[in-house]
């Protein structure tokens, strides 16, 4: 590992030396207009280089100035000041000097008759949106949006996907004012349309919904909102329909495959895609959108797409198609406004075969045991997935969604099993063999709907309506076969269990909730009541199960006999109604620079149960009713500096209850599993559990600096007072020894039930930081993320009274550096740590340690080929030796249009893989050793079709025809000379 952290100290080195820029000015002025003087506010200040690209831009201030730094000294540029109806100014300067003021710069009004040939302006503000022009940027035929956001000053594409305008994140990304092909991923969109079907990228100001500042005030205009960037790509008229995709085929030794397909077509208002994907390289698909992501047109920042998934156990194949439609019924839709429906299908196929092997060792005071096990299982599944969804809205306040999924699935599995007990000397304690096959089948229809009513003039209509229904049926037919043998000195007692099982469920369950914010108006009318608002809501939830069991032993003639233990039926039907009165106080201070928000909530509800179950069981019939007073209470703080943070928090309290459930109470004892007999729990009693988490995060959001900035720290603390805990009884057979004395040994058979423990609790620390920086083409990401889990849980063990303390301790560090697009390289490091202590039982400790570490590098020799290897590296105490996988690919892209690839893959070329875990648990530790994936090579072939416009070439456009963005709504709040839109 010293090789390990030496790398590691060499790219920190190479990227200070890389980053270092001795030798550069900083240029300012101010900007006004020639007839009145005026400073002009919002004109756009581009730098040109020699090559008339752009070096960087800036928008004036409201005192008309522009201030830019980082341009290399004794260089020559040429400045350019614009703004809409004046005539342009460009002058060419040299950088003589580390501070160069620029003398004033006075704008002219255009005469409205004469002629003014200018060149084109890459970036310009037009009003409050800022409009980013493709067609000033010379770039190959092939390039995409991405590569043309890569070249615009202030932009930066990190190597995780997101974006940034001048420091501050742009979390949404929008065609033509929608989600493109209704996906939330960006790159969907980024990575597959054209530069130049790109009429437009304009980059606006929005109130961001999702946070409790904004939701709580909207009824106050003069509140500050905190705000998000919004990116809309307008396409050009004419090129407002096409299509897209990927096909690819790829095979390799082992006789390992892989193929995808991905088509996208859409025009102006709807959308459909198609696609699918089928492997049996271990490589997960994840549905449709998963498809789309991984067969965009060109990602600069890819490592591997599609790679194996060499920690999955066993051989699998998967063959995954599917289809998804959008349709718009308004042409002019966005966010804040749309009329739309989605729908989707998705199909898997799935099959696999997977066997492990198993070395536990189990420590107990009457001496300790050795089990060797081993489980072979062949499986194969089949689902069928509908989604139908519709959303209306006018606002984020006024807004209608109904949601609807149907499912089938079908599924079968056969598994061998078994396992050997010994004593620590060796010798056969009981041994188990088995098998079963398994029919499964399951259908479910879910579905839910939202309704939100908002008007700021009238709080007596804020009403929020959510309500859901959902009704599933499962069917199983099962056939095992078990043989125990149990070893004792006086012989062998041998078990035999042979059974069918038929077991039908049904769950049908309605959910509802109903949200009234005009309760203060409703009883106080216009009483301010000192500021603090009153809300109810009224949630009610119906629950029916139903559970029919058929069992059937089996005798030497294979004839079935009704197992009366094990067949009945039952239905559990559970109501449930819970009031709640919460009480919201809210305070802000603000100003054109900084704002802050504070956010008090207290609420109180009463939860009421009534729970009946009817069984074929006479002891399991049972009526109960529970009432529950529930309390929680929450704090919030957020606080934003103009170009500079962005600081949030929350603290939050809640309380609650659990009771037992039937099965614990009265379960149905089935003895199928010898080794582990469950017979529930007497005299238990109600269970009450307090809940304690918050949550801190800053930002920096600086568009001085070329560098982010972000921490984040989560915590939470749970405790719970009478929690269900398991007591465990070791069984033992009592024999004669030679002497004629007694002797005990433990059989293997264990009878576990439930009791209640004196306490629990669990307390979880979460962290996070990360750090970008960009100068010029370079990147540097470093990111560190760490948990801490603590934990003490009560159990019994024998009738002992066991105190189990659990820590985790997780902590991983990832370094990551690109130059331009044409060197990505990446290096990081986890380890982790788990310890378990028993005080009580034998006091004994259990401890694990892992730590891996990961070293990636790409090279884009040029836009056509690309190189890339990945090495891992893991190491456990309990494995003997280190793991390294170490794959590789290498890909060309060919054609005119660089429309096809073809890709070498060579995957742990070391031949060193082993899926070994080591775990520890209550009684001991666990070795396990998996089949899994083994070394291959494979040669993939793609193809991207695309085709864009077309049909509508002869479309008229208008001034602020189908390029413009809507309307500003009346009375939208203005905050620093700029419109902010709610949607």
């Given at each position: 590992m010293?090789?390990?952290?030496a ?12 980053h ?32 008339s ?14 201030d830019?730094t980082?341009?290399?000294l004794q260089a020559?540029?040429?400045l350019?000041?614009?703004?809409a ?13 580390a ?6 710069i ?24 800022l409009?980013?022009?493709p067609?000033?940027?010379k ?10 956001l890569n070249?615009v000053?202030?932009?930066v ?7 940034t ?7 949404k ?21 054209p ?10 100001n ?10 709580l005030?909207?009824?106050d ?7 998000l960037?919004t ?22 030794t ?42 965009t ?5 890819a490592t ?6 060499f ?7 998967v ?8 349709h ?8 804040r ?19 492990t092997?198993?070395?536990?060792e ?8 050795i089990?060797?096990?081993f489980d072979?299982?062949n ?6 997935v ?5 959303n209306k ?9 109904i ?8 599924s079968?599995?056969e ?5 050997v ?25 879910n579905?839910?709907f ?18 859901s ?5 499962n069917t ?21 269990i042979?059974?069918h099982?038929i ?16 309760l ?22 119906y629950?029916k199960?139903?559970?029919d069991n058929?069992v059937?032993?089996i005798?030497?003639?294979q ?14 039907a ?14 802000n ?6 704002s ?27 009526n109960?009713t529970?009432s ?20 949030n928090?929350n ?10 459930s039937i099965?614990?109470i009265v ?6 599993n ?14 009450k559990?307090?809940n304690l988490?918050?949550n ?17 720290i989560?915590?939470s603390?749970?405790?719970v ?5 398991d007591?465990?009884?070791?069984l033992?057979d009592?024999?004669k ?11 293997g ?9 004196v306490r ?20 540097i990401?470093?990111?560190?993320n ?5 934990g003490?849980?009560p ?12 820590t ?5 560090l ?9 060197l990505?390289?990446?290096i ?11 005080t009580?039982?034998?006091n ?14 790409t090279v ?8 890339s290897?990945n ?8 494995i ?8 590789s690919n ?7 249009s660089k ?19 080591y ?17 291959y090579?494979?040669f ?27 309307a500003?709504?009346a ?13």
């Amino acid at each position: 590992m010293k090789q390990f952290f030496a790398t590691l100290i060499i790219l920190f080195t190479i990227s200070s030396n890389v980053h270092a820029q001795p030798g550069t000015g900083r240029i300012y002025g101010v900007v006004k207009d020639t007839a009145l003087g005026v400073l002009m506010e919002s004109a756009t200040v581009i730098i040109y280089k020699p090559d008339s690209s752009v070096a960087m831009f800036k928008i004036t201030d409201k005192e008309g100035r522009y201030d830019m730094t980082g341009l290399p000294l004794q260089a020559k540029y040429e400045l350019a000041v614009s703004f809409a109806g004046y005539k342009d100014v460009r002058l060419p300067f040299t950088m003589s000097a580390a501070v160069k003021k620029m003398d004033t710069i006075y704008l002219q009004v255009k005469n409205s008759d004469e002629v003014i040939v200018t060149s084109i302006s890459p970036i310009r503000m037009n009003g409050d949106t800022l409009e980013i022009n493709p067609a000033a940027f010379k770039m190959s035929n092939d390039a995409v949006a991405e590569d043309l956001l890569n070249k615009v000053p202030g932009v930066v594409i990190w190597a995780d996907g997101s974006i940034t305008m001048n420091g501050k994140p742009i979390p949404k990304v929008l065609v033509d004012g929608k989600p493109f092909l209704g996906s939330a991923d960006h790159r969907v969109a980024t990575q597959n349309l054209p530069k130049n079907i790109i009429d437009k990228i304009q980059l606006y100001n929005e109130v961001d919904m999702s946070t409790e500042a904004s939701r709580l005030q909207m009824t106050d205009a003069q509140a500050p909102k905190d705000s998000l960037l919004t990116m809309d790509i307008r396409l050009k008229a004419d090129k407002k329909n096409g299509f897209f995709g990927k096909y690819g085929a790829g095979y390799g030794t082992d006789k390992r495959y892989t193929g995808d397909i991905a088509l996208q077509f859409y025009n102006k208002q709807s959308t459909l895609a198609v696609g699918g994907g089928a492997n049996n390289i271990n490589a997960e698909i994840a549905g449709l959108n998963d498809i789309q992501r991984e067969s965009t047109f060109r990602n600069n920042y890819a490592t591997f797409r599609s790679r194996s998934n060499f920690g999955r156990n066993g051989i699998n194949r998967v063959i995954s198609p599917g289809i998804q439609f959008t349709h718009s019924f308004s042409k002019s839709e966005n966010e804040r406004r749309s009329n739309r429906i989605t729908g989707s299908y998705d199909y898997d196929n799935n099959a696999g075969n997977s066997n492990t092997q198993r070395y536990q060792e189990r420590y107990y005071d009457v001496g300790d045991q050795i089990i060797n096990s081993f489980d072979d299982n062949n499986s194969q599944s089949e689902r069928h997935v509908v989604r139908m969804n519709y959303n209306k809205s006018l606002d984020y306040n006024k807004r209608f969604i109904i949601n609807a999924t149907g499912t089938t699935n079908n599924s079968f599995a056969e598994s061998a099993n078994g396992s050997v007990i010994n004593t620590r000397d060796g010798i056969a304690v009981s041994d188990r063999n088995g098998n079963s096959q398994t029919d499964a089948s399951s259908k479910s229809f879910n579905t839910s709907f939202n309704y939100t009513n908002f008007d700021s003039d009238n709080p007596l209509k804020a009403i929020d309506v959510n309500a859901s229904f959902s009704r599933n049926e499962n069917t199983s037919d099962r056939k095992e076969n078990t043989l125990y043998n149990f070893y004792k000195v006086t012989g062998t007692e041998t078990t035999l269990i042979n059974r069918h099982s038929i077991k039908q469920t049904g769950s049908t369950s309605f959910n509802s909730a109903l949200n009234y914010n005009g309760l203060k108006r409703l009883l106080l009318g216009r009483f301010n009541f000192f500021g603090i608002d009153i809300s109810t809501s009224h949630n009610i939830s119906y629950q029916k199960n139903d559970d029919d069991n058929k069992v059937f032993d089996i005798d030497a003639s294979q004839k079935e006999n009704s197992n009366q233990n094990l067949t009945y039926n039952e239905t559990i039907a559970t109501f449930q109604y819970v009031p709640t009165l919460a009480l919201n106080k809210n305070f802000n201070k603000w100003s054109s620079r900084k704002s802050s928000f504070y956010s008090f909530r207290t609420a109180v509800n009463k939860q009421f149960i009534e729970e009946e179950n009817i069984s074929s069981r006479s002891n399991r019939n049972l009526n109960r009713t529970f009432s529950f007073l529930r309390f929680n209470a929450g704090a919030n703080y957020s606080r934003q500096v103009t170009d500079r943070y962005r600081l949030n928090g929350n603290l939050n309290y809640e309380n609650g209850y659990g009771y037992p459930s039937i099965n614990q109470i009265v379960p149905v004892v089935d003895s199928a599993n010898l080794y582990s007999l469950y017979k529930g729990g007497l005299n238990l009693i109600n269970s009450k559990n307090h809940n304690l988490n918050g949550n801190l995060s800053f930002a920096t959001n600086s568009p001085k600096k070329p560098s982010q900035f972000s921490v984040n720290i989560n915590g939470s603390f749970s405790n719970v007072s009478n929690p269900f805990a398991d007591s465990t009884l070791n069984l033992r057979d009592t024999t004669k020894d030679s002497n004629g004395l007694d002797s005990a040994y433990l059989n293997g058979k264990q009878v576990r039930y439930t009791v209640n423990g004196v306490r629990r609790y669990n307390s979880n620390v979460g962290y996070s930081t990360s750090f970008s920086r960009k100068i010029k083409g370079n990147q540097i990401q470093i990111q560190y993320n760490g948990n801490i889990n603590m934990g003490m849980s009560p159990s019994y063990i024998d009738n002992i009274s066991t105190i189990i303390n659990t820590t985790n301790f997780t902590q991983s560090l990832r370094f990551n550096y690109f130059y331009k697009t044409v060197l990505i390289t990446g290096i990081g490091a986890t380890t982790g740590a788990n310890n378990s202590r028993q005080t009580g039982y034998k006091n004994s400790r259990f401890n694990t340690r892992t730590f891996s570490g990961e070293f990636n590098v790409t090279v884009n020799v040029n836009k056509n080929t690309s190189v890339s290897s990945n090495l891992t590296y893991s190491k456990n105490n309990g494995i003997v030796k280190p793991i390294t996988i170490w794959n590789s690919n290498a890909s060309y892209r060919f054609m005119k249009s660089k429309q096809a690839e073809v890709k070498f893959t060579a995957t742990d070329i070391l031949k060193q893989f082993k899926n070994i875990s080591y775990v520890a648990n209550d009684f001991g530790v666990t070795s396990s050793v998996s089949n899994g994936l083994q070394q291959y090579f494979m040669f993939t072939l793609s193809y991207f079709p695309r085709k864009f416009g077309g049909g509508e070439g002869n479309s008229n456009r208008r001034a602020g025809g189908n390029n413009a963005r809507p309307a500003v709504p009346a009375g939208a709040p203005v905050q620093g000379g700029r419109v902010i839109r709610r949607g």
